[in-house]
C-alpha cells in the first residue's frame, strides 16, 4: 500500500458521521459505509456477522459509535433543489403568500 491511499483512508475515517436517511437503528453502519464509499449492506452484513459471533463487544462498539458519532450535515444538490431555491414569484402577492 503506497502513503496516497493510507492518507486517503486516514482523511475518511476521520469524518466519520451517523446517517440518518439511511439508517435502519442508529445509522453507524450507513455512515461507516458512506465514508468509505463501501456497499451499506456489505458493511451491514459484517455487523450482523460479528454481533452473532462476539455479542457484548460489537454491541458496546456499536451503541457508542451511535452516541458519540455526530449526524451527517445537510446536503442539497440536484437540479431540482437548484432550480426550486431560484423560482421566482410569479406575481407580486406570491412573494409573500407563496
Known amino acids: 500500500m503506497n502513503r496516497d491511499y493510507m492518507d486517503t483512508l486516514a482523511y475518511r475515517?476521520?469524518?466519520?458521521?451517523r446517517d440518518r436517511d439511511n439508517a435502519l437503528?442508529?445509522?453507524?453502519c450507513a455512515g461507516v459505509a458512506d465514508a468509505f464509499r463501501w456497499p451499506v449492506w456489505g458493511v451491514r452484513l459484517?455487523?450482523?456477522?460479528?454481533l452473532l459471533t462476539f455479542f457484548l463487544p460489537t454491541a458496546l462498539?456499536?451503541?457508542t459509535a451511535g452516541v458519540l458519532l455526530p449526524g451527517k450535515r445537510l446536503e442539497f444538490r440536484g437540479t431540482a433543489e437548484t432550480?426550486?431555491?431560484r423560482r421566482r414569484p410569479r406575481s407580486?402577492?406570491?412573494?409573500?403568500?407563496a
Not at 475515517?13 to 458521521?17: F, M
Not at 459484517?46 to 460479528?50: M, P, R, T
Open 61 to 63: 462498539v456499536y451503541l
Open 46 to 50: 459484517v455487523a450482523v456477522l460479528l
Open 92 to 97: 407580486r402577492h406570491d412573494r409573500y403568500w
Open 13 to 17: 475515517a476521520r469524518r466519520l458521521y
Open 83 to 85: 432550480n426550486f431555491w
Open 25 to 28: 437503528f442508529l445509522g453507524v
